[in-house]
């Protein structure tokens, strides 16, 4: 029964990474071939590890997931919060919440971008009203740009991480916060004491889902920048996009893929042992 | 768990039927191509896949295939359509020519593609059937491009270079003949912005291409070499970025032109948005390929009809104006089952009555440069007599196999260095030039 | 519990926000896609529009976007039934029965559905070459349907679980094959998982974009996500257009949201919580 599943994952999914695996120990030049397509050994990951260009795309990615990520739990934070209260409308603005998660990364992307743009942007009719000369082209400085496109993720994603909060706050027993109350703690006592030290394992589960997908992002760089300015925008994903199939470096955009997919790997087994654990312990009890 | 709605369970049936469906599903439609006969049934008919994109005006092509098809009817076209954009297209091309595929056979050449594609045998040689007599009739610099290492892969289909666009009435107002170099580009710019602050404070000197794609090295070309500088030596051995000409010129671009007169919007902008912003009237100056004339005398989308001039790019002093090559040539795959067939699809499409009928009804610049005295086509067309100067000056960029690589490492130099003013642009440089060199390197090894 | 005056006006700031926040952005590319080309290229920029559809009706007759919705819907359709028709059997089986490497499987599961597309990519376009899946839709369904597996046999092996044994034994009892205990008993009683599994791959196929930008060259094939993204006027940034399109595009995953809010949040939290 398991097996017609199995299948079509190992095909598509497993056969292809081995594959990949196996690309990024040769050399391959697409526009060269009577280089042929020698073993290299590990040459393009020392070169990877060697090269600015990617150390550059390294930064990024990691600038990328760890801001992005910071902010989406503190915002994913406040709108569980907001939506445990219980009040008359509640329900719409959940949904209205999940309607940034609903819309596709692309469309997001485009409207961020058009919100930034520098002739009909709504950035600059906020910021400057009608001030035309003083408008900005948020996107040309690297600093900025940089910073739009994890605007742009976290307004994208902080419902998804509040969801996730929110479940957490939902089993948080009602008797702990009246205990508290009675012996006198404050709302933010009660916040700091009750509810965050309860709210940890779903945190964990958050971080986990965001920084791995962080990791992966692609969408917002093609539609919005491109990586530029200046690369300043260049992530992992994009920038191995570029070397494997506009530059045609089957191997080392290969060692990219991998680098990227090990990280992933390390990542993912890290937090799943950390909070593994924790989880295995709380249903045993 | 409370339901939520009571699902009745999805029958076996309808999912399998959906999925045969879809495998059923003909792969092989056709979106306005009325003039696929299905009914053509003859032994010796062959089929061409052409892969090209939408055009802008597609009836024109389709009627220029309906020809075609008349006139050869044991010759049947495929359209096959690709992305709009040329990096997009080319990793298509790419993709298919990598593996082999033999159900490719006339395809585009982008101008910078064909010591690649000769390199990696992807394009068929053309010279038993493109002579040299022959090749004479086309613009010299499209021959170029679409030769390598003595043998030609490509027919060039149409042209196209850097031009300046400038207001012609405004240039008129202030008693300005259109500027020689880019410092007397600047100084006009600077002046009737001053002047005009009053009416139009939004008004920018220059509107380029300056985001981190192609287009960049382009633009910056322009400037490189027409202050005498280089991006690569002669051979092709080096890369020449250090060149204190082409530093000069590169600091220029980021302290004159794109600080100061154009705004740093430019580094966001390809050519839609660049051209937008001076249709719209808010720029003085605009480098663009030839197709903006039209536009800009476009009442539909132009607040600037009858007040555009057109002229040969700028130089430094001693240097002399140069303007980028672009434009398209027609390959045929070396994987192609009917070279023949597709050679002579080719020599149709590229025939001085096809290039004609292209120039008149859809604006494509031709390559051959007889037809700029074409009194038809000058009709239509009445800037080709002050571009044909320009196109049979214009310059391609380096040809070399690995140029996709080297572009991105041109691209990032010039992106890096042009989006901050405080950049070392004598740091990148030599980075980049290092890159660079490990590159042709193993060009020059590949060929060895 | 009666609130302190503060505690109010924070809870009512924050409602306030977090729903401007949500909604606010979208809303300025709805506007957008209602307003006049004039309209749209207007500096400053205008804030209401005059109402009118003539983005609407050059995205969808000059630009392609009825062929993007409809293979859009088709992929993600196909992709959803396909997924779930074989997550069901794989989850059930792993959730009941004493499999070897049980642990594994499912580990490695999740592992995969954190895959990078890079790393597939290539090697995914070899093979669909090899079987003339390019450019066609269904060439494009079958990595989908490997993507999203993963998460779908996890979302209903989570809810399988839940489900007394007692009712399986029951079934056996009366003589049902494996087969039957799933088909008639397992599945109505799991329909919630069902429903939020189906929409989040749904979700997913309707969204994805790397894939179908290498997949899918051909504009009558493309899905939303490549149509838009590579949403090009021969003459201008059409934003008039790519508003409409994009309002078009997330229309249909609006209403699923709004219809399922409640499936969707528990499919979500549960999956996470119970981990």
């Keep these: 029964m398991v097996i017609p599943a199995l299948l079509f994952v190992s095909v598509f999914t497993l056969y292809p990474t081995i594959r990949t695996f196996l690309l990024s120990f040769h050399q391959i030049f697409l526009a060269l071939p009577s280089l042929g397509q020698p073993f290299v050994g590990l040459e393009n990951y020392s070169l990877l590890f060697n090269d600015h260009v990617s150390q550059q795309a390294f930064l990024v990615t ?133 509810t965050l030290p309860l709210l940890k394992p779903a945190f964990l589960i958050a971080l986990l ?77 | ?109 982008d101008v910078i593609w064909p010591a690649e594609f000769a390199e990696a045998g992807w394009a068929r040689p053309l010279d038993d059937w493109f002579s040299p007599a022959q090749q004479e009739r086309f613009l010299p610099g499209p021959i170029r491009a679409g030769t390598y290492r003595q043998h030609i892969y490509g027919v060039p289909s149409r042209i196209d270079s850097g031009m300046l666009y400038y207001r012609l009435d405004l240039l008129k107002k202030y008693g300005f003949q259109p500027p020689h170099t880019w410092e007397e580009l600047v100084a006009q710019a600077n002046t009737i912005i001053k002047r005009e602050q009053a009416s139009h404070p939004a008004l920018r000197g220059y509107s380029g291409q300056f985001k981190q794609y192609e287009g960049l090295v382009c633009d910056m070309m322009e400037f490189i070499l027409s202050n005498n500088g280089s991006l690569l030596n002669d051979n092709h051995s080096l890369s020449t970025l250090t060149n204190p000409q082409t530093l000069k010129a ?89 070279p023949k067939e597709a050679w002579t699809f080719i020599q ?16 494509l610049a031709p390559s051959r440069p007889a037809l700029y005295f074409n009194r038809e086509v000058l009709q239509a067309n009445p800037q080709y007599r002050d571009f044909l100067p320009v196109f049979q000056a214009a310059t391609p960029r380096p040809q070399t196999p690995v140029y996709p690589i080297i572009s991105h490492i041109w691209q990032r130099f010039f992106s890096r260095v042009l989006a901050s003013s405080h950049s070392d642009i004598l740091q990148e440089a030599q980075r980049a030039d290092q890159q660079i060199h490990h590159f042709l390197t193993l060009a020059r090894h590949n060929r060895s | 519990m009666k609130k302190s005056f503060a505690e109010q006006v924070i809870l009512t700031s924050g409602i306030f926000l977090t729903v401007s926040g949500s909604l606010f952005p979208f809303l300025w590319f709805v506007l957008t896609s209602l307003k006049t080309q004039l309209e749209v290229e207007s500096i400053p920029p205008i804030f209401w529009p005059t109402v009118n559809f003539a983005f609407y009706r050059s995205a969808l007759v000059d630009h392609h976007l009825s062929s993007y919705l409809f293979n859009s819907l088709i992929v993600a359709g196909s992709t959803t039934m396909i997924s779930i028709f074989l997550a069901l059997p794989a989850a059930y089986a792993l959730v009941r029965f004493a499999l070897r490497g049980k642990e594994l499987i499912l580990g490695g599961l999740l592992t995969i559905s954190m895959f990078p597309p890079l790393v597939i990519a290539g090697p995914v376009w070899q093979i669909l070459e090899g079987i003339n899946g390019l450019n066609t839709l269904w060439g494009l369904i079958l990595p ?132």
């Excluded at chain 1, 819309?103 to 743009?117: E, G, H, K, Y």
């Excluded at chain 1, 089993?171 to 004491?193: K, M, N």
């Excluded at chain 3, 399922?260 to 981990?275: E, P, T």
């Design chain 2, 348 to 363: 149709f499409m590229t025939s001085s009555t096809m290039q004609k009928i292209f120039a008149v009804d859809a604006a």
């Design chain 1, 62 to 194: 990691v600038g990328f997931v760890l801001l992005s990520t910071m902010a989406e739990l503190i915002l994913g934070l406040g709108i569980a919060l907001v939506i445990h209260e219980p009040f008359k409308g509640r329900a719409g603005v959940r949904a209205a919440v999940l309607i940034p998660w609903a819309i596709p990364t692309v469309v997001a992307s485009q409207l961020w971008r058009f919100i930034f743009n520098d002739q009909y942007g709504l950035a600059n009719l906020i910021v400057f009203g009608n001030h035309i000369s003083q408008y900005i082209p948020w996107l040309a400085f690297p600093q900025s740009a940089f910073l739009i496109i994890v605007l742009a993720d976290v307004w994208k994603t902080s419902s998804f991480v509040g969801l996730l909060l929110l479940a957490g706050l939902q089993i948080i027993p009602e008797d702990l916060y009246d205990a508290a109350r009675i012996d006198g703690a404050s709302a933010w006592q009660r916040f700091r004491h009750v």
């Design chain 2, 250 to 338: 590169v600091e220029f671009v980021r302290d004159q032109m794109i600080q100061q007169l154009a705004s740093p919007a430019v580094l966001t902008y390809e050519e839609p948005e660049s051209l937008a912003i001076f249709v719209q009237g808010k720029s003085v100056f605009h480098r663009n390929w030839p197709y903006a004339w039209g536009l800009a005398n476009d009442p539909r989308h132009s607040k600037i009809v009858g007040m555009v001039g057109v002229a040969p790019l700028p130089h430094f002093p001693n240097g002399r104006s140069i303007s980028t090559l672009g434009g398209w040539l027609y390959g045929i795959s070396a994987y192609s089952k009917h």
């Design chain 2, 1 to 109: 768990m409370p339901r939520i709605l009571p699902m009745p369970f999805l029958p076996i049936g309808s999912t399998l039927t959906f999925f045969v469906l879809l495998l059923c599903w003909p792969t092989n439609i056709q979106a306005s191509d009325p003039f696929v006969k299905e009914s053509d049934i003859s032994l010796t008919q062959s089929v061409l896949h052409f892969v090209t994109w939408k055009a802008d005006q597609p009836k024109v092509w389709d009627e220029a295939i309906g020809r075609f098809e008349k006139a050869h009817p044991h010759i049947q076209i495929k359209r096959e359509i690709a992305p709009h954009s040329s990096t997009a297209y080319h990793d298509l091309l790419t993709q298919k020519l990598k593996n082999h595929d033999s159900s490719l056979d006339v395809f585009f050449m």
């Design chain 3, 144 to 275: 989908y349907v490997s993507l999203t597996l993963p998460l779908a046999i996890w979302i209903l092996a989570t809810f399988f679980k839940d489900l007394p044994v007692e009712l399986e034994e029951a079934a056996r009892i009366d003589g049902c094959t494996t087969r039957q205990t799933l088909v008639t008993i397992m599945i109505p009683l799991a329909s919630p998982g069902i429903f939020t599994a189906a929409i989040l791959t749904f979700i997913y196929a309707w969204n994805e974009f790397f894939f179908a930008l290498l997949i899918l060259t051909d504009p009558m094939r493309q899905t939303l996500p490549v149509g838009i993204a590579l949403f090009q006027g021969e003459f201008t940034m059409p934003w008039g257009e790519i508003a409409a399109a994009s309002v078009l595009a997330t229309l249909p995953l609006i209403l699923l949201v709004l219809l399922f809010q409640r499936g969707i949040i528990s499919g979500l939290s549960a999956g996470a919580v119970k981990g």
């Design chain 1, 209 to 285: 889902f965001r920084t791995i997908d962080a990791f992966r992002v692609f969408d917002l760089v093609f539609v919005m920048t491109q990586g530029g300015p200046g690369d300043a925008t260049q992530v992992i994903q994009f920038y191995g996009y570029k070397t494997f199939f506009t530059e045609g470096r089957i191997g080392y955009g290969s060692a990219i893929s991998v680098s990227v997919f090990l990280m992933i790997v390390f990542l993912s087994l890290f937090y799943i042992r950390s909070i593994g654990s924790k989880l295995l312990a709380r249903e045993q009890s």
